[in-house]
């Protein structure tokens, strides 16, 4: 049987989409979980990855911090960018809180994170952590939209970098299957199916998505978080999308 492999698209506050899909998971496909090699990300979607590999029990921590996350933001005069408001910094309190203390030993050569470095503008997948700080700064690093988040990049290992999004935004690992997940409705393995659209796709940054008005509206929505409603629903989509491909793939329990 060839490796598995689970990737989480870039996606912003939509990540909520990725948690009900890592709770799918974790209810209905621990057989499935068991022989997942790698997890892969980028943004959002690589703190998802991250919290299903080293924490998974934690899932509902981050739920909570989401909703909480996003509810600041919206609070903000000018969301993110509001002078004063410091976007990384919650995020970084965020991982803190959830990460466990031999996160980084669990994510060695398990997790790839996808960053983008500042001078040479090429993407990177980094799968090794000497310590939790540098897992920290990595996924920091993948999260982290210029102007949007701040006007200073991440600086790691005496580097500046910044979202992986931005050139790789759904990491496909070379050996084994790569198991694709994204809110974005798209040729992937699990995603939102949009009913009624033509069938016209683009490739961005290595995720192909349907060009539609509904795929449109979710890219706003990831940087200006919707409401607490409509974020449940994402998550509960993120849900059944997955137990969907579980039932598919024979992989459901």
């Given at each position: 049987m060839?490796?598995?492999?689970?990737?989480?698209?870039?996606?912003g506050?939509?990540?909520?989409?990725?948690?009900?899909?890592?709770?799918?998971?974790?209810?209905?496909g621990?057989?499935?979980?068991?022989?997942?090699?790698?997890?892969?990300?980028?943004?959002?979607?690589?703190?998802?990855?991250?919290?299903?590999l080293?924490a998974p029990e934690k899932?509902?921590?981050?739920?909570r911090?989401?909703?909480?996350?996003a509810?600041?933001?919206?609070?903000?005069?000018f969301?993110?960018?509001t002078?004063?408001y410091?976007f990384?910094?919650r995020?970084r309190?965020g991982m803190?809180?959830?990460l466990?203390?031999?996160?980084h030993?669990?994510?060695?050569d398990?997790?790839?994170?996808?960053i983008?470095n500042?001078?040479t503008?090429?993407?990177?997948?980094?799968?090794?952590?000497?310590?939790?700080?540098?897992?920290i700064?990595v996924l920091?690093a993948s999260s982290?939209?210029?102007i949007y988040?701040g006007l200073?990049?991440?600086?790691?290992?005496?580097?500046?970098?910044?979202d992986g999004?931005?050139?790789?935004s759904?990491?496909?690992l070379p050996?084994?299957?790569?198991?694709t997940?994204?809110?974005?409705?798209?040729?992937?393995?699990i995603s939102?199916?949009?009913?009624g659209?033509?069938?016209?796709?683009?490739?961005?940054?290595?995720?192909d998505?349907?060009?539609?008005?509904?795929?449109l509206m979710?890219?706003?929505?990831?940087?200006?978080?919707?409401s607490?409603?409509?974020m449940?629903a994402?998550?509960q989509?993120?849900?059944?999308?997955?137990?969907?491909?579980?039932r598919r793939?024979?992989?459901?329990?």
């Amino acid at each position: 049987m060839k490796p598995i492999n689970l990737s989480f698209a870039a996606c912003g506050f939509l990540g909520i989409y990725h948690l009900g899909a890592a709770s799918a998971f974790c209810k209905h496909g621990k057989r499935l979980l068991k022989d997942v090699q790698a997890f892969a990300g980028a943004s959002a979607g690589s703190l998802v990855a991250s919290v299903l590999l080293t924490a998974p029990e934690k899932i509902e921590d981050c739920n909570r911090f989401t909703y909480q996350f996003a509810e600041e933001t919206r609070k903000q005069s000018f969301g993110a960018v509001t002078p004063g408001y410091d976007f990384m910094a919650r995020l970084r309190s965020g991982m803190e809180s959830i990460l466990p203390p031999h996160a980084h030993e669990l994510a060695q050569d398990r997790l790839y994170v996808s960053i983008t470095n500042t001078r040479t503008r090429q993407n990177y997948l980094v799968s090794r952590f000497p310590s939790r700080e540098d897992l920290i700064k990595v996924l920091l690093a993948s999260s982290f939209v210029p102007i949007y988040a701040g006007l200073r990049p991440v600086e790691y290992q005496g580097q500046k970098w910044v979202d992986g999004g931005l050139t790789n935004s759904l990491p496909v690992l070379p050996a084994g299957r790569t198991v694709t997940i994204s809110p974005f409705c798209g040729r992937l393995d699990i995603s939102p199916q949009d009913q009624g659209q033509l069938s016209v796709y683009i490739k961005v940054t290595n995720q192909d998505i349907m060009l539609s008005l509904p795929n449109l509206m979710r890219l706003n929505q990831a940087l200006f978080p919707p409401s607490t409603r409509k974020m449940e629903a994402l998550y509960q989509r993120g849900f059944d999308d997955t137990v969907r491909f579980l039932r598919r793939e024979h992989w459901f329990e």
